[in-house]
C-alpha cells in the first residue's frame, strides 16, 4: 500500500474530484455545494435513476452518470454516507413523470440518509422507491441482523435497470426488475492490504505473509486472514467456493441451475495492475467452466466501485435466468439492457458483448513455423562437437550466473529486464543442446538458427530486438564469406562475419562505443578479433564492458535517470551481459 498522495488532505479533495470528473462529458451538471453530478440531457419521460455513497470509490458513482445508466449521483465524505439534503437534493435535480428509483449498497449510514430523503420526497409529490442491494456472501446468515453488506455486484444492478429504464420501462417493471437481479448475485472481496486515506494518520495494514478474504470497501477486516498467502488458483477456487457452495448453510444465497446464463463482474478497488486484473479474469472463467460448469454471458472487469488505492478486488457472479424469472423481462432483455450503450465511463471496461464467441474460439494456435533452412554439408561451417559444445554451455553459464547482478544493475538505470532476458535465452539454448543435441554436429550454422530462434520468440525488449539482428546479420556473413575460412583461416572468418554484422546493426541503431550499450562490448570484441586471436577479442570485450561504468548514457531508457554526481554507476548491464557470454565461450574452449 502506498502511502503517498499528490493531494496530503481530504480537505476540498471531492469537491475537486467532482469538478474534473464531469468534464469528460459536456451534459453533466455539478451542484457543487451538494456534489451532486447530474445528466442534463436526460429523458423526463423515463424512470430516473439515482445512486450514490461515500466518496473514495470512484467512478462510482458520478463516472456513471449518463445516458442508459444515473440520471444522477450524489457523494459524500471519503467512506461516509451523503446527507439527506444532498440526496433530496439529487432527487430534485432529475424529475420524472414515470418516478424515481434509489439504488444504494447496504450501509447504515446510506440506508437510513437515503430512506429519510426517499420519504420526504414522497412528501413533495415525487413517485420514490429504493432498491438496498447486498451481494457480499462473508457476512454469513447466522448473527447477522442488517443482512449482506454491499459490494461492486451493485453495478451490474444499475446498468441493467439504467438500460430498461432508458427503453421506456414502467416504474413498477424497473423496479421488479432491479429487485429481481439484486438478489440473484453473489460476491466477496479480498485484499492484498488496505487503502490508505489522504491526510490519515493511521491506517489497518496486513503483513506480507498475510491476504484478507472477505473484506469491506471502507478499509473493513475481512472476514478470514490466509498466511501464508494462497497461490492465485488456491485463492480463485476459495472465492468461488464461497460464492457458489449452495450447501454452505451460511452462504448459499444463490441457485445456479445447468444452463442458467450468468454474468461475471470483477472489480479492482484500486491498487491492482491492470496485468494482474487480466491473469485473474481468466483464472476465474477457467475455475467456473471447469469446477463450477458455469461459462457467463457478459464479463465486466475494471474500476467498477473502488476503494481509493487499496490493492484488492471484488468478484461477483449474478444470475441472470433467475432473476428474470422474478420480473417482467426475460433474460434476452436483460443482456440488451446490459449492452445498452452509455456515454459513461461504463463503456471502458464492457467493449462490446451483444455477440459473443466461446474461448474456445478465441484462442487461435500460432502460424505454422516455416521450416529450417537446409544445411548443405560441404556448405557448412563445423568444428569439434564436443569443443562446440562445451563452448556454448560455458556462455550459458556464466549468464545465468550473471542474472542477478545484470537484473540490479538494470533495475537503477533502466528497466530491470536485462537480466532475465538474457538468462532466458542461456537457459533456451542449454535445452536445445540437451533435448535436440544442438552442438552433435558441430554445425555452426545450425546453432546460429536457433539462437536466432530463441531470441525471436523468447528474448523481447531492446537487447533481444539488437541480438535479433546480430546473429541473422552474422550468419548471413559466414555464409557469404566461407571462403575466407580455407584461405585466410577460421578467425579472419569470425572477424570479417562479426564486423559485417556490426555494421549492419548500424542502420537500426546509432549506438557507438561510450554510448553505455551493448555495442561498447560488441564493437571493441569485433576490432580485437582482427588480430586473428579469439582471446584479444575476449580482452577488448572486457575491457570495453568495464569502462561503462565511467560512462554517461546517451541512449536508452538509462538516459531518463537523473544526473547525480554522487552516484556511482554499475557498469551497463547489456554491455556486461554480452561480455559475460563472450567470456564463457573462452572458459568453454
Known amino acids: 500500500m502506498s502511502k503517498r498522495h499528490l493531494f496530503q488532505s481530504a480537505d476540498g479533495l471531492v469537491a475537486k474530484a467532482l469538478r474534473g470528473i464531469v468534464a469528460y462529458n459536456p451534459s453533466l451538471g455539478l451542484d457543487e455545494t451538494n456534489r451532486v453530478v447530474f445528466d442534463t440531457a436526460y429523458d423526463k419521460s423515463n424512470v430516473s435513476i439515482v445512486s450514490g455513497g461515500g466518496s473514495g470509490h470512484e467512478p462510482a458513482w458520478s463516472g456513471y452518470v449518463g445516458q442508459n445508466l444515473l440520471a444522477a449521483s450524489v457523494g459524500g465524505d471519503i467512506f461516509a454516507s451523503p446527507s439527506t439534503k444532498q440526496i433530496l437534493s439529487a432527487i430534485e435535480r432529475v424529475p420524472s413523470s414515470k418516478g424515481t428509483i434509489l439504488v444504494i449498497t447496504n450501509y447504515t449510514g446510506d440506508c437510513l440518509h437515503f430512506g429519510l430523503a426517499r420519504e420526504k420526497a414522497i412528501a413533495k409529490g415525487h413517485k420514490c422507491r429504493m432498491i438496498i442491494c447486498g451481494d457480499d456472501v462473508s457476512v454469513g446468515r447466522k448473527g447477522s441482523l442488517v443482512g449482506r453488506r454491499g459490494l461492486a455486484g451493485q453495478l451490474g444492478v444499475l446498468k441493467a435497470i439504467g438500460g430498461a429504464a432508458g427503453a421506456g420501462g414502467s416504474l413498477d417493471e424497473v423496479y421488479d426488475l432491479g429487485v429481481a437481479f439484486s438478489q440473484q448475485m453473489v460476491s466477496i472481496a479480498a485484499t492484498l492490504d488496505h487503502c490508505h486515506v489522504p491526510g490519515r494518520a493511521e491506517h489497518a495494514t496486513l503483513d506480507s505473509d498475510v491476504l484478507e478474504i472477505g473484506t469491506g470497501p471502507h478499509n473493513e477486516p475481512g472476514y478470514k486472514k490466509l498466511t501464508p498467502v494462497p497461490s492465485a488458483a488456491d485463492l480463485v477456487k476459495q472465492i468461488l467456493t464461497y460464492c457458489l457452495d449452495e450447501k454452505d448453510p451460511q452462504r448459499g ?139 556454448l554451455r560455458g556462455a550459458c553459464n556464466e549468464l545465468i550466473d550473471a542474472e542477478p547482478d545484470l537484473t540490479r544493475w538494470d533495475t537503477v538505470m533502466g528497466d530491470g529486464d536485462c537480466g532475465e532476458t538474457l538468462k532466458t535465452g542461456a537457459t533456451s539454448l542449454i535445452a536445445a543442446l540437451d533435448s535436440k543435441k544442438l552442438a552433435a554436429k558441430g554445425s555452426i550454422f545450425e546453432v546460429l538458427q536457433e539462437l536466432e530462434e530463441i531470441v525471436e520468440g523468447k528474448m523481447g525488449g531492446t537487447l533481444g530486438g539488437i541480438l535479433g539482428i546480430f546473429f541473422v546479420s552474422m550468419r548471413n556473413a559466414l555464409e557469404d564469406n566461407l571462403a575466407l575460412a580455407k584461405s585466410d583461416g577460421l578467425p579472419k572468418l569470425w572477424a570479417k562475419a562479426v564486423k559485417t554484422a556490426l555494421e549492419n546493426l548500424g542502420r537500426y541503431t546509432p549506438a557507438k562505443v561510450g554510448d553505455r550499450t551493448v555495442m561498447d562490448t560488441l564493437i571493441p ?65
Open 253 to 391: 444465497y444463490v441457485h445456479f441451475a445447468p444452463g442458467d446464463e450468468t454474468i461475471l463482474l470483477v472489480s479492482n478497488f484500486g491498487g491492482m495492475s491492470h496485468l494482474e486484473m487480466g491473469a485473474l479474469v481468466d483464472e476465474l472463467l477457467e475455475q467456473l467452466a471447469k469446477d463450477w460448469k458455469i461459462e457467463p454471458v457478459r464479463v465486466v472487469c475494471g474500476f467498477l466501485e473502488t476503494s481509493l488505492n487499496a490493492p484488492a478486488f471484488s468478484v461477483t457472479v449474478a444470475n441472470v435466468t433467475a432473476a428474470a424469472a422474478n420480473c417482467s423481462y426475460s433474460a434476452d432483455d436483460i443482456k440488451s439492457f446490459f449492452d445498452a450503450r452509455t456515454n459513461t465511463y461504463w463503456e471502458s471496461m464492457t467493449g462490446s458483448q451483444a455477440v459473443r464467441r466461446s474461448r474456445d474460439e478465441q484462442f487461435v494456435q500460432p502460424p505454422a513455423t516455416e521450416p529450417r533452412k537446409i544445411i548443405e554439408e560441404e556448405k557448412d561451417l563445423r568444428i569439434d562437437p564436443a569443443t562446440l559444445d562445451g563452448m
Open 525 to 589: 570484441f569485433s576490432e580485437g578479433l582482427l588480430s586473428g586471436s579469439f582471446a584479444d577479442g575476449v580482452e577488448a570485450a572486457i575491457k570495453g564492458a568495464e569502462l561503462t561504468r565511467t560512462l554517461t548514457p546517451r541512449l536508452g531508457r538509462a538516459t531518463y535517470v537523473g544526473e547525480d554526481s554522487s552516484r556511482v554507476l554499475p557498469p551497463d548491464p547489456g554491455a556486461w551481459g554480452a561480455m559475460v557470454a563472450i567470456r564463457g565461450l573462452q572458459l568453454g574452449l
